[in-house]
T-cell receptor
Framework: EPEVTQTPSHQVTQMGQEVILRCVPISNHLYFYWYRQILGQKVEFLVSFYNNEISEKSEIFDDQFSVERPDGSNFTLKIRSTKLEDSAMYFC???????????FGPGTRLTVL | GEDVEQSLFLSVREGDSSVINCTYTDSSSTYLYWYKQEPGAGLQLLTYIFSNMDMKQDQRLTVLLNKKDKHLSLRIADTQTGDSAIYFCAESINSGAGSYQLTFGKGTKLSVIP
């Protein structure tokens, strides 16, 4: 069964450094998402992406964040200058159409020191 | 604004039924979901229900939807120790331009006592 994959599974970085989190969505899916979950808290929507552009973003997704689909398979989340409060589990998800079920990857745990 | 509420903890004995409840606020939600998260793991889609249905059964899982009260429940029959996890309720909201975002509850931690 096709699944969303994410790399790395765990990323440790120093405050102020740039990180890129990578995702490979399910191959025939057209909508891509990033969510994050700070430890012990609810999963929060960050951004949705369709047709090579951002469809919607939350207030969390400020200028430090960007997303890209650099080729036909990868979908990336970049955090330009990480802060301590960016430490969280970041989940990528994809769906075939906008209203369809979103399938989540296993997540990348980001630790900012 | 949108909000999804769930009780935080539920403890049941192995073999009993578990019922996890959720309330949501957006009446325009098209789909409502239950995701399962085991410790240190990702979000596993358990089941979902379309907003024009009131019940869906899938093996040991039964989802009930009361659209008038904006209440969703997940019943797990014959609960097993492997069902111990955090269960998230989520509503799907049209955020424009054909894309939908999920709003999650805080999750209900289900503990199954052997």
């Amino acid at each position: 069964e096709p699944e969303v994959t994410q790399t790395p599974s765990h990323q440790v970085t120093q405050m102020g450094q740039e990180v890129i989190l990578r995702c490979v969505p399910i191959s025939n899916h057209l909508y891509f998402y990033w969510y994050r979950q700070i430890l012990g808290q609810k999963v929060e929507f960050l951004v949705s992406f369709y047709n090579n552009e951002i469809s919607e973003k939350s207030e969390i997704f400020d200028d430090q964040f960007s997303v890209e689909r650099p080729d036909g398979s990868n979908f990336t989340l970049k955090i330009r200058s990480t802060k301590l409060e960016d430490s969280a589990m970041y989940f990528c998800a994809s769906s075939r159409r906008g209203a369809d079920t979103q399938y989540f990857g296993p997540g990348t745990r980001l630790t900012v020191l | 604004g949108e909000d999804v509420e769930q009780s935080l903890f539920l403890s049941v004995r192995e073999g009993d039924s578990s019922v996890i409840n959720c309330t949501y606020t957006d009446s325009s939600s098209t789909y409502l979901y239950w995701y399962k998260q085991e410790p240190g793991a990702g979000l596993q889609l358990l089941t979902y229900i379309f907003s024009n249905m009131d019940m869906k059964q899938d093996q040991r899982l039964t989802v009930l939807l009361n659209k008038k009260d904006k209440h969703l429940s997940l019943r797990i029959a014959d609960t097993q120790t492997g069902d111990s996890a955090i269960y998230f309720c989520a509503e799907s909201i049209n955020s424009g331009a054909g894309s939908y975002q999920l709003t999650f509850g805080k999750g209900t931690k289900l503990s199954v006592i052997p």
